[in-house]
């Protein structure tokens, strides 16, 4: 009996070390870098809502239908209930089309935060 136990034990050992987990290769920025200045029209912003829903300037997208060609960097803004497998190929797919400067953030549906007040009233053209 114990002979069998034994050998279950090293079978679920061994099949276990084939295993083979892929992650993504990320470059994180140093602790004391300056923050990268870059023009708004090289940057691609993108939104991941609670169902993995892609959008683009607040229109429907697919990973697919987005044009990369032109943009050097990308902000995604997520939703904290998506799914991390969207964020993951998301990025996958920025990286396969060479954009590595990419900034995630969460997406704020309300405008409890300052930073989000700042940027609606920005993009009206007032100041606070």
Known sequence: MSDIAFLLIIFFITSMSFLYRQGLKLSLPKRDAAPVVMPASSILTLALDSKGALTKNG?????????LQKESAAIIRVDPACPY????ALIEALQQHDITKISVKPLVLSFNHAEDRYYAFR???KTT
């Not at 229109?59 to 044009?67: E, F, R, Y």
Request: aromatic letters at 6%; glycine letters at 12%.
């Open 123 to 125: 993009q009206e053209g």
């Open 59 to 67: 229109k429907p997208v697919s990973l697919s239908g987005i044009d």
């Open 85 to 88: 497998k969207y964020l993951v």
